[in-house]
């Protein structure tokens, strides 16, 4: 009797420590999100403020055209493209299927417009017709995508066309969505399309295709200016989108979701929890001078410092960064400096442990003194 008694007792015991050691609800139940995955994403940081089996290998749709579109710009950077360079077009793109703008083969077409009908309209058309003229071939091109995936970090993608027509081999994740949105996000030439709603595409013979924004939240979400829809029967419906309220930008993606209303509302759902709940911190602005640095045997005898790049981070709103900044600079520096010429460090830690390392510059050139100029100085102070 007493050892049952005793049992009893320990029994209670552990089952009470057992209900103080529950976990605290887990940031994937914070938000009801109903698709097979999804994440919310920090543009500035990279950092994941929510998500939900981010990096489980998923075929993506159209989604897939993010990185197409990401080398387009790429090459359009590089010179290699103008709004004016003229693509000419194969039997191959224009018999693509799925969504489309009905490009004829064998004309020309401008760039610009077969950009524009990729980021507005998701065309598979205009997609091979952009792989083929800039890598030779759909094949040599899905060589570069899959390069460029593998530079960007994205180890849980593999692509086999530029379509995201579907192919068994095809598939990437979330968190990969994310990260080629967050690339494509920072061209200037990308939002240059991405937030029409409606235009048309004007072919070289004369008739029309109107072009109609895939992407609803353009026109109907707050601060949404970018995104990439995507939908088949064995991806659901998916949509990464990137939206900016008061310089802080967020990138939503959900795959699989049961219906195409629904991907809307769940990367809507996701917006409004980040948005509401955490805000960017500038740690470092480029814009502004950190330190006034000595210069010896210069023509000035002083020089603002700069950091080479800005840093944000993303807390919860109310709560402190908690960063560490250390700026690492000599006392005096000796002329000659050269504009951009990096003079030291700023180290960003948190508790000890090192976030990042920006270098520090100069953005002013600074001769050094002849001996004219000693001579002028010593003569002007005698």
Not at 81 to 95: F, G, H, P, V
Not at 255 to 260: F, L, P, Q, V, W
Not at 267 to 272: E, G
Not at 314 to 333: H, M
């Amino acid at each position: 009797m007493k050892r049952f008694i005793a049992f009893s007792i320990m029994l209670c015991i552990l089952a009470t420590i057992c209900c103080i050691s529950l976990p605290v609800t887990s940031a994937d139940s914070a938000i009801d999100i109903t698709c097979k995955s999804a994440c919310l994403v920090d543009f500035s940081s990279g950092q994941i403020l929510f998500e939900k089996d981010s990096q489980t290998h998923l075929p993506v749709a159209s989604m897939v055209k993010m990185m197409t579109i990401l080398l387009t710009l790429e090459e359009f950077e590089k010179g290699n493209l103008t709004d004016e360079t003229l693509i000419s077009t194969t039997e191959n793109a224009s018999s693509m299927g799925g969504s489309q703008v009905f490009i004829d083969p064998y004309v020309e077409y401008s760039a610009k417009d077969m950009l524009k009908s990729v980021i507005m309209a998701s065309a598979n058309d205009a997609s091979v017709a952009l792989a083929e003229h800039i890598a030779g071939s759909e094949s040599s091109f899905v060589t570069k995508m899959n390069e460029k995936a593998k530079q960007l970090g994205m180890n849980d993608t593999n692509y086999v066309n530029c379509t995201g027509l579907p192919a068994p081999e095809q598939y990437s994740c979330a968190k990969d969505c994310a990260i080629v949105l967050k690339e494509v996000a920072k061209y200037d030439k990308y939002h240059e399309f991405s937030t029409i709603w409606m235009d048309e595409l004007v072919h070289p013979s004369g008739r029309k295709t109107e072009l109609v924004n895939t992407n609803r939240l353009v026109k109907y979400y707050d601060g949404c200016d970018g995104g990439k829809t995507g939908s088949t029967n064995e991806a659901g419906c998916c949509l990464s989108a990137t939206a900016k309220r008061n310089n802080f930008r967020l990138i939503s993606v959900v795959i699989g979701a049961k219906n195409s209303q629904t991907r809307f509302n769940e990367c809507s759902k996701l917006f409004n929890y980040g948005f509401a709940n955490f805000e960017s911190r500038t740690i470092i602005d480029s814009q502004k001078a950190i330190n006034n640095l000595t210069i010896n045997k210069g023509k000035t005898n002083s020089i603002e410092v700069f950091a080479n790049e800005d840093y944000s981070v993303t807390t919860r709103k109310g709560q402190e960064a908690e960063l560490d900044v250390d700026y690492q600079l000599p006392k005096i520096i000796n002329a000659p400096l050269k504009q951009g010429q990096i003079i030291g460090r700023a180290i960003i830690s948190k508790d000890g442990t090192l976030i990042k390392e920006i270098d520090l510059i100069v953005k002013d050139n600074v001769e050094a003194l002849s001996y004219k100029d000693c001579v002028d100085r010593i003569a002007t102070q005698w």
